[in-house]
C-alpha cells in the first residue's frame, strides 16, 4: 500500500503526480482512500459493479447498502437524481459541505445498482476540500464512498485510523491530515412530500430546516441509514471494543471518561483515562474529536468508557446518534 501524504496549503494538488496517478486507478476499477471534510472515505467508480463490489468485500458489509455517490457540483448531481425545488435550495445552500441529498434516482443514470443497492433513490454529495470533488470532476465520475472502516468499526478521521483498519486491501491512501469536521455528513430523503432526517450528520438540523422552511420528520426505521439489518436487532455501529456507558453521572477508576465541556462529573479526576471532546463546551469541536476520542479510548485499556451527558441540539444531534450505536450491544 502506498500513502502520499500532501500539503494542500503548499501543493499545486490538481497538478501534482499524484492526482494523476489516483484517477488512472480509479478509472482502472481500483479503490483509493481519499479525504473528505467529514471522514475519509473508500472511493471507486460508481458506475463500475465490480469497482464497487470490491468496496463491499473490503469493508466486510454483511448485506448491500447502498453508497453514497460523491460529485464536483450541483450540476453533475442533477445528471444522476432528479431536484425538484427543494433539493435544489438545499445543493444552492450547503454544497459543497456536509450534506447528503437521497433523491429520485434518474432512470438514465450510469451509477451501478450495486452502489444503489437496486434502489430507485440515489445518495448525492458535493464533499467540501479538493481532493474528491477533483478526483470525480477529472475522472468523469461519480465516486462511491464509504466510510474507509471495517463495518461496523469506528470511522476513520485519520490516515493512520484507515490504514490500521483497511490498510491491507486498499492499494493507496491520500493523507491530507485529519478531516475538520470529523463525523460524517448529514443525510436528507427527499423522494417524497416529507422529507426526512436519515441521519445526522456534520450539518445540524436546524441550519437544514431553516432554509427548508419547514421541520424534518424522522424516518421509519426501514428508511434510516445504518438501519439494522434484521427487526429487533440493533445495530452496532461505530463499536469500540470496550463497553460503553452514555450519561455517565459520576466516573469510575476502572472506567475511562469521555468527557464534555467545563464541569466535570464526580470522580473525574480518577479516571482510568480521559478525554475531553471540548473543554470549552463547543460542539463544532467535540464532533471533529469524537471518533479519535473513541479510538484513544478504546486503546487504554479500560474495562468501559464512560461518557457524560451531551446537549441534543445542532451537532450534538449526531454525536449522540453515534454515541447511541456505539454503546448497543453488540451483534
Ligand atoms: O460523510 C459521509 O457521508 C461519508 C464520507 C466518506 O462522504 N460517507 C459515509 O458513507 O458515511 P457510508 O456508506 O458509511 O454511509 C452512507 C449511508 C448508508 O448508511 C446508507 O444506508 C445511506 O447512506 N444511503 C445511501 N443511499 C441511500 C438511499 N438511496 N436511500 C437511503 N439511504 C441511503
Ligand atoms: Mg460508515
Not at 184 to 210: F, K, Q, Y
Not at 211 to 224: D, F, I, Q
Not at 319 to 325: A, E, G, K, M, V
Amino acid at each position: 500500500m502506498q500513502r502520499w501524504t500532501l500539503d494542500l496549503d503548499t501543493l499545486d494538488w490538481q497538478a501534482s503526480a499524484e492526482a494523476q496517478a489516483a484517477c488512472v486507478a480509479l478509472l482502472n476499477g481500483e479503490l483509493a482512500a481519499v479525504p473528505t471534510e467529514t471522514v475519509y472515505g473508500l472511493a471507486a467508480d460508481a458506475t463500475n459493479s465490480v469497482a464497487c463490489a470490491k468496496i463491499f468485500e473490503a469493508k466486510g458489509r454483511p448485506q448491500f447498502n447502498p453508497l453514497i455517490s460523491h460529485v464536483a457540483s450541483a450540476e453533475a448531481a442533477i445528471e444522476y437524481g432528479v431536484f425538484d425545488e427543494r433539493a435544489r435550495k438545499l445543493a444552492d445552500a450547503f454544497w459543497p459541505g456536509p450534506l447528503t441529498l437521497v433523491v429520485p434516482k434518474r432512470p438514465s443514470s450510469p451509477i451501478s445498482e450495486l452502489a444503489s443497492a437496486g434502489l430507485d433513490s440515489v445518495a448525492l454529495r458535493v464533499p467540501d476540500g479538493p481532493v474528491m470533488r477533483f478526483l470525480s470532476e477529472k475522472t468523469g465520475r461519480p465516486l462511491a464512498a464509504p466510510s474507509a472502516n471495517r463495518s461496523g468499526k469506528i470511522s476513520p478521521t485519520r490516515a493512520d485510523d484507515v490504514i490500521a483498519d483497511l490498510g491491507s486491501s486498499i492499494s493507496f491512501i491520500i493523507d491530507t491530515g485529519p478531516c475538520a469536521v470529523g463525523i460524517e455528513s448529514t443525510i436528507v430523503g427527499l423522494t417524497d412530500e416529507t422529507p426526512r432526517l436519515l441521519r445526522p450528520g456534520g450539518l445540524p438540523r436546524e441550519d437544514i430546516e431553516e432554509v427548508l422552511g419547514e421541520k424534518l420528520s424522522g424516518a421509519p426505521a426501514n428508511m434510516r441509514a445504518d438501519a439494522p439489518s434484521a427487526p429487533g436487532m440493533l445495530s452496532s455501529h461505530y463499536a469500540p471494543d470496550a463497553a460503553m456507558i452514555l450519561n455517565a453521572r459520576e466516573a469510575s477508576s476502572a472506567d475511562a471518561l469521555l468527557s464534555f465541556g467545563p464541569d466535570q462529573i464526580p470522580g473525574a479526576e480518577q479516571a482510568f483515562a480521559e478525554f475531553n471532546l471540548s473543554p470549552s463546551g463547543d460542539l463544532v469541536e467535540a464532533a471533529a474529536n469524537l471518533f479519535q476520542a473513541m479510538r484513544i479510548l478504546d486503546s487504554s485499556g479500560a474495562n468501559a468508557i464512560r461518557v457524560q451527558f451531551i446537549p441534543n441540539f445542532g451537532l450534538g444531534e449526531a454525536i449522540n446518534d453515534r454515541l447511541r450505536r456505539a454503546a448497543a450491544p453488540r451483534s
